[in-house]
């Protein structure tokens, strides 16, 4: 089997088996009364791929710069990528955290491997609780068998997920946070 379609079956086994596995109200994030979520104005950023923008109760889900520079990004090491084989093979992956929903952290994971000679780069995105609470992607990985992945598909990457606004705001920062930082490694 080929790593295109090993990644079509996992996205597919993961799709199925997060059917009712859906995240309620956060107790975290939405705790976080002082923390601004602007997902209009000049505090929002501007998104051209309107492919990559979902929209929840009549509000689009942007990515916001003051989100963004609360977080931090981290390029996963040997060890990281080595536990993103389960995937496929990847030149270099990084890490944001999202933060806690219902007692459990989130982080977007980016994966870059480079095709064709290096003149195109495939990435794959992902949602995951795999990195554990610690803070840093060199934690303790939960093993794969206790974690959860869900595949970020580039035209509706959070249709997924079933958080509420401010939540997919945090996750869509991260997610630019994520592309930004592999676009300049790159």
């Known amino acids: 089997m080929n790593e295109r379609h090993r990644a079509i079956l996992v996205a597919a086994v993961l799709s199925l088996s997060l059917v009712g596995c859906t995240a309620g109200p956060s107790t975290s994030l939405d705790d976080a009364s002082d923390e601004s979520f602007a997902i209009e104005g000049t ?29 931090s990004c981290v390029e996963l090491d040997e060890e990281g990528l080595e536990r993103l084989r389960h995937f496929g093979w990847f030149d270099r992956a990084v890490s944001v955290e999202v933060g806690e929903v219902d007692g459990t952290t989130w982080w977007v994971v980016a994966a870059e491997r480079e095709v064709d000679g290096g003149l195109q780069e495939a990435r794959y995105e992902y949602l995951t609780d795999a990195l554990g609470k610690e803070g840093t992607p060199t934690a303790e990985w ?7 992945w869900i595949v970020l598909e580039s035209g509706n990457p959070w249709k997924s997920v079933d958080w509420d606004h401010d939540q997919l705001v945090r996750a869509q920062s991260a997610l630019t946070l994520a592309r930004e930082t592999l676009s300049k490694s790159g």
Do not use: F, G, I, W
């Open 43 to 71: 505090d929002a950023m501007e998104e051209p791929a309107a492919d990559d923008q979902m929209v929840t109760q009549n509000r689009p889900v942007l990515s916001d710069r003051d989100v963004m520079a609360s977080m």
């Open 142 to 148: 939960l093993d794969s068998d206790d974690a959860t």
